[in-house]
């Protein structure tokens, strides 16, 4: 009976159940006439169907009534779906729930393009007459909950709204839990977004039940991608927190997916609990995602979040809080206890600040508080909580990436009443670096900043440190502020402009509490400050930048610094308040407690890293040190400075030029442009200030002159000794206050670049270009250069003149070598050195004694007859034609590689020289030459080595001629000689081609040598640049080699050239044959031109060689030739015996790719070196040719060849191929007398016997 009884009294408490399962059925429930609740009511929605609400742009207005509503899906699973038809309006509709009791359940619902108008409201059910802030005309929602007891929101989405999706103003008790508000829906018009939270004062009604406090928890909720796309009704150039102040009365404004907005100053309380929730791509104009402010609110209001998640969040306006925008404006309000009006803990803040579409960065969170202060505010009264927070990629342009706090005061005063508490707090790789480049904005920005906090507390926990890292900017910025610092802190690999770690302004302080473990690690900054940078510019008293929080702390206090770097100065800490200031006492601390507590608490600390404001400038070098230097040059001055501990610091130098005997007069001269001032680094023990001096005012020159040096921060003058130099040889004064090139230089080769800072000319590596004072005029002097006199490489491309000489160096190291080479001086290297001769066989100067002339003519005496005993001997003749591509080879070899291998190679060492030298013995030898130094008497002279040059050839054919003579008178000479006496003649005289011809050039070649100060360059004999050309020495050397050369080469040439032609005649043939038939013996019929094409081919070589001085272009066209030669040599084979025709084409062909590939090399700037040694490896092939050529005449003469032939003859029938080789047949033949001969043929017969030997008919 009692459970009856009590089942009756509850059945008029339980609602009425309504299942709406059509789809206008809710819209006839809800919104067809002002709904007053007349008793609890539960609706169920259909999930099955969409509930259309039809848009008519008003609000379905319901009054509670102190009643129930709950509105739920049918389904567990599913959401009911509403649905506001659009239409042609602006607005669809929105649903308005209020009264003053009473409570409502929203469940599993659906709602999608709703929201409409709230002026279509009753203006009691929103609007308050007590409020500071009212909604406008274009505000909308789609959820207007008003005044409501209780209320719970549980997995509801809004999607596609206009206006706000809930308006929630005054609930004493609110739940929304998995609440989605997504994709705002922005009308033309529209104002408002995501969530609003409005408190202001009560408004008196009869039901009214007043509450002691309103408590609104958001949980586990979604607010994605809601947007703000209109500008209509922005007040321009003011944010949130500023239109506040400036308007007395203002409208409502709204972030993207939260707003607080606190306007009650009654004694309700609200309490805002924000857990577990994702705001992501959320943007409006004054702040981006939560927008929180307090208007003179209870003082127990707060906003509470945790465990919440911020990414890609931001501001479309200038405004600041991407992710949160805080603003607090207590006014003239009393603050008697303790107040924490935000608390943020356990979240995650990451890439907020930017995003498509916006010119601005807005950073993560932005705090803002605002009062009139009459210093009667206890200390640290407001207090924001931060607790366990992780900031990534946030941006902002300048400062306050993560965090941008600020305490205005009125009057501007110190702020006594606002504090901050940063516990275990985490920040990596701010801002985002992507996006400042997108914005061309690569100034670092600080990562917290903070303005006027009195105190801001840094704690960190050994499990959970306080990390800084990897961040790109100040991550501590203060301006009159105070930063406490306890606990685990770890700042690691900042970088910043100053102050990676702390940049401290405005009287900002560091004070340290006990058990502090800070560690600063590879932090890196531009200027001053590696870690900690500390600077006031206020004038009044100095706060020292490091204090105790309590006096007895510094025992168990410690900042660690490693590998920290500064450009400036203080790699770990720069602070112009680390000595010579006070304490929070305003008690000036003396200097020797200062270093003693400096000691205490900073570990691993070097000289250079700790660094105050610059006290005094010393220079690292001798006071009385004089610099010498010429116009447009450099000194180097060595100087440092240090700051009131005598530690390095930097300062700002500026450097005036004086008169020394009057520092009044400053002198004319002035600095390269880069070079008005300089900044001495406090990072080396010395810095070098590097000045480079310019003039044009001559008399200041050779004078001694003053340097006065000063630093800004002090009165400190330092005094440095000049001399400025006229300019050197070679160089000129110019308009720019420069010693340049001489127009002489200019005008010589524009490839030469002069360099007053060293006073040396730079040239290219392969040019062969002397330097120096003319020898009789003593005035500035250059020329191009023998290739054998001067060193020459390919790293010497420097010319330096001094007192001692003219010398090479390089740019690229340190070497420095003589400019002429081999002991040589004098004009264009033309001479020796003193009690140095010239020499045969080199171009090289020796050291040569008096006594040695006898060795050296006693050397040539049996070289001689040695010569030409070999040639009749072994037969080594030009008509065995085995030697005449060796003699060709060798005779182009003497002008295109013996010249190359005489070039000096200073890169050689002895064991690359042996090879060398052995080719071009070799290759001197078969010219007639020496090939290797040998002096003959001290004092001898380029004019009589050219001169006595020339007896060796005529001593040789005197030999023969002597042989010859004697031939007439004894018939054991005769039988010994005769019968090879004009082969042999001819063949000496060939040898002696080139000697002569090139003794020829050489004494007709000249140099000019151009002279500074004199237009007509001065004419000299090429090889010796003293000699004048055409002096009298000179003419004597032209006229007797003229003579000497001509009596020999011109016989040879017309015998050579005329000589088929002179044979015509009866008269001269007895005369001409046989030298004619010694030359053309090895030539095919017909074909006797090809020894003259060969010997014009070389007299062309030569003169062109020599006139060229190395001009590509001649180059090329005998290249042209040459291969002319070839193709018509291979299709002609002038040659009677084919292995003399293949002979020849093989070397010619060797000669042609010895050409090819060392003018490649040549080209593409080899060095000396891999040239010479091309030459030298490319020229043994050819030496064993010639070694197998000797031993085959060796077998010829002893008779021993036919036995080596007739090992082979079986196979390869070779005996009739071999030119010399005769078959042993015997038979009669009568010789026909001289005159029966036929003008054309070999006419063998009528020759010598060596002819007839050693030709096969």
């Not at 207090?383 to 993560?402: D, M, Q, R």
């Not at 000289?607 to 690292?620: E, F, G, L, T, W």
């Not at 020898?775 to 010497?796: D, V």
């Not at 081609?993 to 237009?1015: C, P, W």
Request: aromatic share 14%; with cysteine; glycine share 6%.
């Amino acid at each position: 009976m009692y459970r009856f009884m009590l089942f009756l009294l509850a059945l008029p408490l339980v609602p009425a159940a309504v299942f709406v399962n059509t789809s206008h059925q809710l819209e006839g429930i809800l919104c067809n006439e002002t709904k007053i609740l007349t008793d609890n009511l539960f609706l169920h929605l259909d999930t099955s169907i969409t509930h259309q609400i039809t848009s008519n742009g008003v609000f379905c207005p319901i009054n509670m009534n102190h009643y129930s509503l709950t509105i739920t899906s049918d389904s567990n699973d599913s959401f009911a779906v509403i649905s506001c038809t659009p239409s042609d309006k602006y607005w669809t509709r929105g649903f308005a729930f209020y009264s003053t009791n009473g409570s409502l359940t929203m469940r599993g619902l659906h709602f999608t393009n709703c929201g409409t108008n709230l002026t279509t409201l009753h203006s009691n059910i929103i609007n308050s007459t007590t409020s500071s802030i009212y909604f406008t005309k274009y505000h909308a929602a789609v959820l207007v909950l008003t005044d409501i007891a209780s209320i719970t929101v549980s997995n509801v989405t809004i999607m596609k709204y206009s206006g706000f999706a809930i308006v929630a103003v005054n609930l004493p008790y609110a739940v929304f839990d998995y609440l989605e508000v997504s994709y705002s829906q922005q009308t033309q018009f529209g104002i408002g977004s995501g969530l609003l939270l409005l408190f202001f004062n009560r408004i008196a009604r009869e039901t009214t039940n007043d509450q002691t406090q309103y408590q609104v928890n958001l949980s586990n909720s979604i607010f994605h991608e809601n947007t703000i796309q209109t500008h209509h009704h922005r007040i321009r150039n003011h944010c949130a927190g500023m239109m506040y102040r400036r308007l007395s009365n203002m409208p409502v404004v709204n972030a993207a997916a939260v707003t607080i907005l606190f306007t009650q100053n009654d004694t309700a309380p609200a309490i805002v609990r924000i857990l577990n929730n994702s705001f992501t791509f959320n943007n409006e104009y004054y702040a981006g995602a939560m927008l929180i402010l307090s208007s003179n609110s209870s003082i127990n209001s707060k906003t509470i979040i945790d465990g919440s998640y911020f990414e890609h969040n931001f501001v479309q306006y200038s405004c600041k809080g991407g992710a949160i925008s805080a603003s607090f404006f207590f006014d003239r309000r009393m603050l008697t206890k303790r107040y924490n009006p935000l608390v943020i803990t356990n979240s995650n803040f990451k890439s907020n600040g930017f995003g498509d579409g916006t010119i601005w960065t807005s950073g993560a969170i932005a705090v803002i508080a605002l009062k009139h202060i009459d210093g009667s505010e206890p200390k640290g009264v407001v207090a924001i909580l931060f607790h366990y927070l992780k900031f990534e990629h946030n941006t902002s342009p300048k400062s306050g990436t993560c965090l941008y706090a600020v305490s205005n005061t009125f009057p501007n005063k110190s702020s006594n009443y606002f504090t901050i508490f940063f516990d275990s707090i985490v920040a990596y790789s701010n801002p985002n670096l992507t996006v400042k480049g997108l914005f061309s904005n690569f100034n670092p920005a600080s990562i917290f900043h903070f303005d006027n906090i009195i105190d801001v507390f840094i704690n960190g926990s050994v499990a959970k440190p306080g990390n800084f890292s990897h961040n790109y900017g100040a991550v501590f910025e203060l301006l009159r502020s105070y930063a406490v610092l306890e606990g685990h802190l770890l700042f690691n690999a900042n970088i910043a402009n100053h102050g990676a770690g702390f940049l401290l302004i405005e009287d900002s302080v560091i004070f340290l509490k006990k058990g502090l473990k800070a560690h600063f690690t590879s932090n890196t900054v531009q200027s001053l400050g590696g870690a900690i940078y500390s600077v006031n510019d206020l004038n009044k008293e100095a706060k020292c930048t490091f204090q105790l929080y309590f006096n007895e702390d510094d025992k168990n206090i410690s900042l660690t610094f490693s590998n920290n770097t500064a450009a400036l100065a203080g790699n770990s800490v720069y602070s112009t308040n680390l000595f010579d200031c006070y304490n929070k006492d305003s008690v000036k601390l003396h200097h020797g407690t200062l270093v003693k507590m400096y000691h205490a608490i900073f570990k691993n600390i070097f000289p250079s890293d700790i660094a105050s404001n610059a006290k005094s400038m010393h220079r690292c070098m001798n006071k009385d040190d004089l610099h010498e230097i010429y116009p447009g040059g450099s000194i180097h001055i060595p100087l440092n400075v240090v700051d009131l501990n005598g530690s390095l610091t930097y300062g700002i130098l500026t450097v005036i030029p004086v008169e020394k005997v009057n520092f009044f007069k400053k002198l004319n001269w002035w600095f390269s442009d880069y070079q008005g001032s300089f900044i001495i680094k406090g990072k080396k023990n010395c810095t070098t200030v590097n000045l480079t001096i310019h003039t044009t005012d001559v008399t200041t020159l050779n004078n001694e002159s003053l340097l006065l040096l000063s630093i800004s921060q002090q009165n400190t003058i330092v005094e440095v000794r000049v001399k400025l130099k006229s300019c050197p040889l070679g160089f000129k004064l110019s308009a720019t206050g420069s010693c340049v090139c001489s127009d002489l230089v200019t005008k010589f080769n524009r490839q030469i670049t002069c360099d007053i800072e060293n006073n040396t000319f730079i040239k290219p590596g392969d040019l062969n270009v002397w330097m120096g004072n003319l020898t009789k005029r003593n005035n500035f002097s250059i020329a191009y250069c023998h290739p054998s006199y001067c060193n020459i490489g390919s790293e010497l491309d420097l010319i330096q003149l001094n007192s001692m000489g003219s010398y090479l160096g390089s740019t690229n190291s340190t070497i420095s070598l003589p400019l002429c080479y081999g002991s040589r001086a004098g004009d264009a290297c033309g001479e020796c050195i003193p009690k140095y001769s010239v020499v045969f066989g080199s171009t090289e100067c020796k050291d040569c004694s008096s006594s040695f002339w006898p060795f050296t003519i006693l050397l040539y005496i049996i070289a001689g007859p040695l010569l030409v005993l070999l040639l009749y001997t072994l037969n080594l003749t030009l008509t065995t034609g085995t030697l005449n591509g060796i003699i060709f080879y060798a005779q182009i070899a003497n002008i295109g590689i013996v010249h190359y291998l005489d070039i000096p190679c200073n890169e050689c060492t002895d064991k690359v020289m042996y090879p060398i030298k052995f080719v071009s013995v070799f290759i001197s030898w078969l010219n007639l030459n020496l090939g290797f130094p040998l002096c003959f008497y001290n004092g001898m002279t380029e004019i009589l080595k050219a001169g006595l040059s020339l007896l060796f050839p005529v001593y040789l054919l005197l030999i023969v001629g002597l042989l010859i003579i004697l031939s007439r008178y004894s018939v054991k000479i005769s039988n010994r000689f005769s019968h090879s006496s004009i082969q042999v003649l001819v063949t000496i005289v060939h040898l002696s081609f080139t000697k002569l011809l090139q003794s020829v050039l050489d004494v007709f070649s000249s140099a000019e040598i151009f002279i500074e100060g004199i237009d007509v360059p001065k004419i000299v004999w090429y090889n010796n640049g003293f000699i004048e050309y055409n002096s009298e020495s000179h003419r004597w050397l032209m006229v007797v080699t003229s003579i000497v050369a001509g009596l020999i080469l011109i016989p040879y040439f017309i015998i050579m050239l005329l000589g088929n032609f002179l044979l015509k005649f009866d008269k001269l043939r007895e005369y001409i044959r046989p030298f004619y038939e010694a030359i053309h013996a090895p030539y095919r019929r017909n074909k006797w031109y090809w020894f003259a094409f060969y010997q014009l081919f070389v007299l062309l070589t030569y003169v062109s060689e020599t006139s060229s001085k190395g001009r590509v272009p001649l180059f090329l066209s005998l290249l042209l030739i040459y291969h002319l030669l070839l193709y018509l040599q291979t299709k002609s084979a002038p040659f009677r015996y084919k292995i003399l025709n293949w002979l020849n084409l093989m070397i010619l062909l060797a000669l042609n790719f010895v050409f090819l590939v060392s003018h490649f090399m040549y080209l593409t700037d080899v060095s000396p070196k891999q040239l010479v040694m091309f030459f030298a490896i490319a020229n043994y092939p050819i030496i064993a040719v010639f070694m197998m050529i000797i031993a085959y005449h060796i077998l010829l003469v002893t008779n021993k060849v036919n036995r080596v032939l007739l090992l082979y003859q079986k196979v390869y029938q070779l005996k009739e191929r071999f030119p010399g080789f005769k078959k042993k047949k015997q038979y009669n033949q009568r010789r026909r007398p001289y005159y029966g001969c036929s003008d054309s043929g070999d006419y063998t017969e009528a020759r010598e016997p060596l002819l007839e030997q050693t030709l096969i008919n």
